[in-house]
């Protein structure tokens, strides 16, 4: 009797394990009774009353939740960019990062907010106005609703990262999640290949990958740089051309970056600048395209599109457009929710609210008081990166310069919060490099 005393849980460790075994049997009931949607929302309601308990680890949760979905719970128009279906997985991903979003503001005080930066404060205060703008012009309540959301989001995470970040505990905790995640999709991706082969899907997932590579291949030490390669399978396999030409601009930044050599560091920064060129024109994209991929046994694998570089010449038309709409009215464009229509060469009269072009979404949602207000805050990031840590900065610089032309990764709920804790991180603790000065020097 007395060893069973002695072995009994104690009257806390009983209550802990009972509400485990009570939570793992509420989450198996909802995954039969109310499917997928309500085990998202039950999951991220726990994330949530997790991230209340312990503020400090939003800035690793809400990405990662937001890369988890797109791999267990993606979106049901992936495979078809014509799908009429509406994508109704996206609103319970929404509703998750909210959730999660909100659990990590409550505990913040108001005056957190008056710290951000000048330019960050204006540019969500003008995506606020633009918002309001869109409304009275009659845009469709729900676009605008979710393109103000997404540049909140990126607020929100770049206001956790500069009071919560610390750089290396968001590389460990994200690389502990992120690559499971990913592998997880390298087996979705092999048990669907005999259907649909070397395939593209809608997705975010190969944009969340090149980030996280980016990040990881900037890092010192074979599991640093195994995890990079882990991560980039996300848009190999997927073909997104974008996030693989920011992966390949962000290893030649890290070697002109580290290099001591004046002649290697301005060789490296001019085939930077070559890289840009080469990524954002359509006639040398489809040079390469063509010089890659030209034989006829490559040509028979990879999917329908991947030589095709008519929709970088339509991100480019959607520039041109978005600056008449800026002529037109100048101010806030034609407001959040607002449609952007041209004519492309490929595929004849265009018309949608996403923008892919982030630019050109700026200058569409939020006019000329938009854009100059995120140049103003991207400018200061810049100026920070000189003493910041590499990683974060590399980052930044080939998502601005390649991902920011193909994809309004700055604003997109799916990946803003992303980009949010890597502008947060940089701002908030600047670092120096020294540790990294042996990558690429050996």
């Known amino acids: 009797m007395t060893e069973f005393a002695q072995n009994r849980l104690s009257p806390a460790d009983a209550m802990n394990f009972a509400a485990i075994l009570a939570g793992i049997m509420g989450v198996v009931l909802t995954a039969f009774l109310g499917g997928m949607p309500a085990l998202l929302l039950v999951f991220a309601g726990f994330l949530a009353a997790r991230i209340y308990q312990y503020p400090q680890e939003v800035i690793v949760t809400g990405p990662l939740f937001l890369l988890a979905v797109n791999v267990f719970f993606p979106s049901v128009a992936r495979f078809d960019a014509g799908n009429t279906t509406e994508p109704w997985e996206m609103y319970y991903w929404a509703c998750g990062i909210l959730l999660i979003t909100l659990a990590a503001l409550l505990r913040l005080k108001p005056a957190a907010v008056l710290r951000l930066p000048k330019s960050l404060l204006i540019f969500l205060l003008v995506s606020l106005v633009a918002s309001i703008y869109g409304i009275i012009r009659g845009n469709e309540p729900s676009y605008i609703f979710r393109q103000w959301f997404g540049s909140l989001l990126f607020g929100a995470y770049f206001l956790f990262a500069t009071n919560y970040g610390n750089e290396e505990y968001f590389f460990r905790k994200i690389r ?51 995890s990079a390669a882990i991560l980039v399978l996300g848009p190999v396999l997927l073909v997104e051309r974008r996030s693989l030409a920011a992966f390949a601009l962000s290893l030649v930044l890290i070697c002109a970056w580290v290099t001591s050599s004046k002649f290697w560091k301005w060789s490296l920064f001019v085939l930077s600048g070559f890289l840009v060129v080469l990524s954002l024109a359509p006639t040398y994209v489809e040079l390469i395209s063509d010089a890659a991929v ?149």
């Open 176 to 226: 502990a999640y992120a690559v499971p995640c990913m592998l997880a999709f390298v087996v979705y991706y092999v048990a669907v290949f005999s259907q649909y082969g070397v395939h593209k899907e809608i997705t975010t997932l190969g944009t969340q990958g090149g980030i996280l590579a980016t990040l990881f291949a900037a890092k010192s030490g074979w599991r640093w740089w195994s």
């Open 294 to 442: 030209g034989s006829s046994t490559v040509d028979r694998i990879l999917p329908d599109g991947a030589r095709d570089a008519s929709s970088i010449e339509d991100r480019s038309l959607q520039l041109v457009e978005a600056g008449f709409i800026v002529v037109n009215s100048p101010l806030l464009g034609n407001g959040m929710g607002s449609m952007l229509a041209w004519q492309s060469a490929v595929r004849g009269q265009m018309e949608q609210a996403y923008v892919d072009n982030g630019w050109a979404y700026v200058a569409t949602k939020m006019g000329l008081c938009g854009l100059i207000a995120f140049i103003w805050f991207v400018a200061g990031l810049i100026r920070r990166m000189n003493a910041a840590s590499m990683p974060l900065s590399v980052c930044l610089l080939s998502t601005l310069l390649i991902v920011m032309w193909a994809e309004p990764v700055f604003f997109q709920f799916t990946t803003s919060p992303f980009m949010g804790v890597v502008a947060g991180l940089l701002w908030g603790s600047p670092q120096t490099v020294s540790h990294l000065q042996t990558v690429c020097t050996g």
